[in-house]
């Protein structure tokens, strides 16, 4: 059977762009409804995509006006797919509101709104590039990249505050307080920069992590140790280490 990577969503349609590009790497999509049982025992990784805000209370902070109504539900379902994939060592691919909730689960903050002047520029085509990024010497990302930096296309209004306990910096952004954050243990640690369903054509390096990403699937072990159904968890005590990808203010 292929190697399956769970993908959880809140709207199917908006998963249709994710699971073509895992399909693309080779990898089958497993896509679940957060509202049903996540089968976590055949699941080889674990893709967190793109959707509405985390809420504030789970990193114990004051609700600001430009942040979305609160999705507990689906919350509380990724930090526990997170804590599940990192206690079986299974990579985990975040991206945009991924990255966002992988950093809560970490104990990180986030800055709930960045303003649009300062990182949503007005163009048609939103595959193309917005702001460059710059990769820390050693840092995971950095060997997938084998380039000091990329012009990426995230458009987000929330980024990383402060990363939590254990995680460390793997890139930064000058034009904006921006960022991202991926883990799974030693096993592969992820990117924000570009969502698939904001691409409109194919973006070669976007594709050099998702193929990393996909290998380590391949590669990882689907057996769980508890029954195929995550812990209910909130934050980690002991984080694992992680990649954390703030900007530069």
């Given at each position: 059977?292929?190697?399956q990577?769970l993908?959880?969503?809140r709207?199917l349609?908006k998963a249709?762009?994710?699971e073509?590009?895992l399909?693309?790497g080779?990898?089958?999509p497993?896509p679940?409804?957060?509202?049903d049982?996540?089968?976590f025992?055949r699941?080889?990784?674990l893709l967190?995509m793109g959707?509405?805000?985390?809420n ?6 004051d609700?600001?006006p430009e942040t979305?109504?609160p ?5 509380q379902v990724e930090?526990?797919l997170?804590?599940a994939?990192l206690e079986?060592d ?7 509101r991924?990255?966002q909730?992988l950093n809560?689960c970490?104990?990180?903050t986030?800055?709930q709104?960045?303003g649009a ?5 007005e163009?048609?085509?939103h595959?193309?590039?917005?702001h460059?990024i710059?990769f820390?010497?050693g840092?995971r990302?950095a060997q997938?990249?084998?380039?000091p930096?990329?012009?990426v ?6 980024a990383?505050a ?7 910096l ?10 991202g954050i991926?883990a799974a243990r ?10 698939p369903?904001?691409?409109?054509r194919?973006v070669p390096?976007?594709d050099q992590a998702?193929?990393?990403?996909c290998?380590?699937?391949l ?8 029954g ?5 968890m909130?934050?980690l005590?002991?984080?694992t ?6 900007c530069?203010?």
């Amino acid at each position: 059977m292929p190697k399956q990577v769970l993908l959880p969503f809140r709207h199917l349609k908006k998963a249709k762009a994710y699971e073509a590009a895992l399909c693309a790497g080779g990898m089958e999509p497993l896509p679940v409804s957060v509202d049903d049982p996540m089968p976590f025992d055949r699941a080889a990784g674990l893709l967190l995509m793109g959707g509405t805000d985390v809420n504030p209370k789970r990193y114990n902070s004051d609700v600001e006006p430009e942040t979305d109504p609160p999705d507990d539900a689906r919350d509380q379902v990724e930090l526990d797919l997170i804590h599940a994939a990192l206690e079986r060592d299974l990579p985990i691919l975040a991206i945009c509101r991924g990255l966002q909730i992988l950093n809560v689960c970490h104990g990180g903050t986030l800055i709930q709104h960045l303003g649009a002047a300062r990182h949503d520029p007005e163009k048609d085509d939103h595959s193309g590039p917005a702001h460059e990024i710059e990769f820390s010497p050693g840092s995971r990302l950095a060997q997938i990249a084998c380039v000091p930096r990329w012009q990426v296309n995230s458009r987000h209004h929330q980024a990383v505050a402060r990363g939590g306990p254990f995680t460390r910096l793997g890139a930064r952004s000058r034009r904006c307080r921006a960022g991202g954050i991926g883990a799974a243990r030693q096993t592969f640690c992820c990117r924000r920069t570009v969502a698939p369903g904001r691409s409109d054509r194919p973006v070669p390096r976007a594709d050099q992590a998702l193929s990393e990403f996909c290998g380590c699937a391949l590669t990882s072990s689907s057996n769980t140790s508890s029954g195929g159904q995550p812990n209910r968890m909130g934050t980690l005590e002991h984080p694992t280490p992680a990649e954390v990808y703030p900007c530069m203010p």
